[in-house]
């Protein structure tokens, strides 16, 4: 009886210890948690190719050279965009603030188009809102600025990112096998609850990004052979609209379609509708041929999820928004099910 108090006085510390660290521990990741999960996200989708590169030059070996590929090939060309992005909007805002919005450039500008419009009228729209259009200047100026003076941090914190990922990499096997020894379920719900959540990774994360870089490189195609300014451009925006729902490609063909009408290309305007439309509905056909048919993501959950995700992580709560609610479900599924059996047993 002594022994049994004893050892029930021993796994309580344990447990207040485990339990107290634990949640030190995520007060320590909580504030680069956007970019842990990143890291989480990337490790994922490398690892296929880490699994066949170990087997030649060794486990450290292929993740350095997977973190340098992906950071070449990914991290410097985004880096490039949003510090041009980020020059760009600065000096235009900076240019509307000093020098004002010409009513007369916008009226030339109109008349070069074909469509004439009364300039008095724009004058008084622009005198009459000139307070708001001011504010929402102001406000474009200081979030550009907000974002060059958080230049620094988001350095450190893709720094963070990049040693998360090799350790994921090098040592996600071992991690794995961890995880499975301190989750107290047996080892039939191990193997169905992570072949469920694989299933669900690829879908939420790997699938979404082929089926968005599918669609984004077709209506590229489109922009190039119509010849539309800034086509490089509108394709990367396009790939980052096609991973919302509901919005999708439309965000791009479309507004492309009304810029060619208005400066005088109706064919080259029709042109891009249909092709448009062909390369929305494509998804169809797209989506299932790369993702198959995934029971964990109903669109309900994708969209919450990805809304959800990006309104509390960010703009990784993208890819990781659909993936916790899909966890979540699979979770309560397989929890309702063992306790109907072990109630029925």
Known sequence: ?????????????????????????????????????????????????????KRIVGPTASALALITASFLTIIIPVLYIVVIAVQQA?????????????????????????YSIDSNDV????????????????????????????????????TVTMFVVFGLLRDGDRLVAWFQTIVPISDEVKTELFGRLDRLMWASVIGNVIVSA??????????WVLEVPGAIFLTVVTFLLALLPLIGVF??????????????????????????????????????????????????????????????LGPIGLFVGPVILGTAKISFDLFAREWYKSKTA
């Open 214 to 223: 599918i669609q984004a490189i077709l209506l590229g195609i489109g922009f």
């Open 123 to 158: 004058r008084e729209a622009y005198e009459a809102n000139q307070d708001p259009i001011n504010s929402g200047l102001d406000g474009m100026l200081g979030g550009t600025l907000e974002i060059i003076g958080g230049i620094p941090s988001i350095a450190i914190s893709l």
């Open 1 to 53: 009886m002594a022994r049994s108090t004893h050892e029930l006085t021993e796994q309580s510390a344990l447990g207040v210890i485990a339990i107290a660290s634990g949640i030190l521990a995520v007060l320590l990741m909580l504030p680069y948690l956007q970019y842990i999960l990143l890291a989480v996200v990337l490790a994922y989708a490398l690892m296929p190719l880490h699994k066949g590169l």
């Open 251 to 312: 965000g791009t063909w479309i507004p492309v379609a009304i810029y060619l009408l208005i400066v005088g290309r109706p064919l080259a305007a029709l042109l891009m509708v249909g092709y448009g439309i062909l390369v929305s509905l494509s998804d169809t056909y797209i989506r299932p041929a790369v993702i198959g048919k995934s029971g964990e993501l109903s669109s309900a959950v994708i969209v919450v999820g990805i809304f959800g995700g990006i309104a509390v």
């Open 90 to 114: 600065s000096g235009l805002t900076e240019t509307l603030l000093e020098e004002g919005l010409s009513v007369t450039a916008i009226q030339q500008r109109l008349d070069s188009s074909g």
